[in-house]
T-cell receptor
Framework: GAGVSQSPSNKVTEKGKDVELRCDPISGHTALYWYRQSLGQGLEFLIYFQGNSAPDKSGLPSDRFSAERTGGSVSTLTIQRTQQEDSAVYLC????????????FGQGTRLTVV | QKEVEQNSGPLSVPEGAIASLNCTYSDRGSQSFFWYRQYSGKSPELIMSIYSNGDKEDGRFTAQLNKASQYVSLLIRDSQPSDSATYLCAVIATGTASKLTFGTGTRLQVTL
């Protein structure tokens, strides 16, 4: 596709349920990021994939959060046993290579846990 | 010390004035620097990238990089109300496997 695609755009889930958020990066982009943004707050780094290297998971807030990237392309962020504090916009970005090139964001997934 | 620091603002400038947004970073070896604009309720949009010392101009936007002083700035000339947004500075630091690190952003308000 022309840009980074995220789905769904909006997700409402009940507390305690698991959710999966999908990110389809720009074709050929080897680096992929996940960020979280709560209302009125800055970007919170979650996880970074770069090619075949082990992902940088240092930003994942708890073991309820996990992410995978299959075949170096599509990525899925999974949140288990969702809590109300997980409500936020989850943003995905990709870049052509890890060093020196620009990253482009998808439109985000707004997650609401009720 | 945060890796990338920005004043949260809001920075208020009148229409037609120059808006100056600043960012400092902690890793002296950083090589890549970016400015993103984020409108309320939207995702960040890349507006400028700069990799070497000096100025880089693109339309009404000028990015300035000073590696010796470890700061990068964004100037917006002839500010318009449509420039009102949060501006995010991002840096790729050395030794981070090229990971992009963002500042918390500066909110700019352009007043009529």
């Amino acid at each position: 596709g022309a840009g980074v695609s995220q789905s769904p755009s909006n997700k409402v889930t009940e507390k305690g349920k698991d959710v999966e958020l999908r990110c389809d990066p720009i074709s050929g982009h080897t680096a992929l990021y996940w960020y979280r943004q709560s209302l009125g707050q800055g970007l919170e780094f979650l996880i970074y994939f770069q090619g075949n290297s082990a992902p940088d998971k240092s930003g994942l807030p708890s073991d309820r959060f996990s992410a995978e990237r299959t075949g170096g392309s599509v990525s899925t962020l999974t949140i288990q046993r969702t809590q109300q504090e997980d409500s936020a916009v989850y943003l995905c970005a990709s870049s052509k290579q890890g060093g020196g090139t620009e990253a482009f964001f998808g439109q985000g997934t707004r997650l609401t846990v009720v | 010390q945060k890796e990338v620091e920005q004043n949260s603002g809001p920075l208020s400038v009148p229409e037609g004035a120059i808006a100056s947004l600043n960012c400092t970073y902690s890793d002296r070896g950083s090589q890549s620097f970016f400015w993103y604009r984020q409108y309320s309720g939207k995702s960040p949009e890349l507006i400028m990238s700069i990799y070497s010392n000096g100025d880089k101009e693109d339309g009404r936007f000028t990015a300035q990089l000073n590696k010796a002083s470890q700061y990068v700035s964004l100037l917006i000339r002839d500010s318009q109300p449509s420039d009102s947004a949060t501006y995010l500075c991002a840096v790729i630091a050395t030794g981070t496997a090229s990971k992009l690190t963002f500042g918390t952003g500066t909110r700019l308000q352009v007043t009529l």
